[in-house]
């Protein structure tokens, strides 16, 4: 097949899937405030919230980020969107369970971080809120599961949520608008890569 055939097939192509992309962007007729899921054992789940913080700010949006578990104050995610005037950035963890190792701490770490954020998904103002790490709360009993997803199921309808956080429980996923599995394939750490700043940190 010659360079002319070949380039003719392409636009063919092309021009088929246009009209197929076309007709589905014209029927997503709806507006409403999305909750999206960030699973899977792999890395960049939190990374990919953030972009979405980043992206709301720039659309002038208001934003609401609670790290549950984590208790670093020194990531660059928190230093760069901490200083932004729309961002409300709240650590509201002891560092992850294993380093605790004291579930009455936990829940009660966990109630309290769950405060800020029942605060945050009954108020309209924030249009994004991220709760990072939920997952592991509700798999380890910390938080009652039904009142969580009653809350997110009942916030206001133009608000967007993203939690994330390693095995999404299926009555999360069912409620999510849309969900991504995150798969493990590499990572530098098994290799005895320390943490990076920049890219880890």
Known sequence: M????????????????????DASIARADQEKGLLLVLTGNGKGKSSSAFGMVGRSLGHGMKVGVCQFLKSRTDTGEEAFFGKQTDCEWHVLGDGFTWETQNREQDIATSQRGWAVAQRM??????????????????NYGYLDADQVLDALAERPPMQHVVV??????????????????????????????????????
Do not use: C, F, W
Not at 2 to 21: E, F, G, V
Not at 121 to 138: F, G, I, R, S, W
Not at 182 to 200: C, E, L, N, P, S
């Open 2 to 21: 010659n360079d002319t055939a070949k380039n003719q097939r392409h636009q063919q192509r092309m021009a088929r899937k246009k009209a197929l992309i």
């Open 121 to 138: 998904l009954t108020d309209p103002a924030y249009q994004l809120v991220v709760l990072d790490e939920l997952t592991y709360l509700l």
């Open 164 to 201: 994330t956080g390693r095995a999404a429980s299926e009555a999360l996923r069912e409620l999510a608008d849309t969900v991504a599995e995150i798969a493990d394939v590499k990572h530098a750490y098994r290799d005895g890569v320390m943490a990076q700043r920049g890219i880890d940190l």
